[in-house]
């Protein structure tokens, strides 16, 4: 009998979270990957991404936060 394994679908945020633990906070990409439950090939799949895409945060001339909705009022 073959054992199935469920695969867990994440978040944008929860991927970037688990990026964040190897890249800001310097874990081994191997406890990383285990700790999450993930395997090394998804993880450098979505650093791979996450670069690749990374430019997109920068293109809009506007602000993170006024992108968001943070500062609509205007000053009259």
């Given at each position: 009998m073959s054992?199935?394994?469920?695969?867990?679908h994440r978040s944008p945020e929860e991927k970037?979270?688990?990026?964040r633990l190897h890249l800001l906070?310097?874990?081994?990409i191997s406890e990383v990957c285990e700790s999450e439950g993930i395997h090394p090939t998804l993880f450098y799949q979505w650093?791979?991404?996450f670069f690749e895409k990374g430019t997109a945060a920068f293109e809009s001339g506007r602000s993170p936060s006024r992108v968001l909705g943070g500062y609509?009022?205007?000053i009259v």
């Open positions: 054992k199935k394994t469920s695969r867990k970037v979270r688990i990026l906070e310097g874990k081994p650093q791979k991404t609509d009022n205007k």
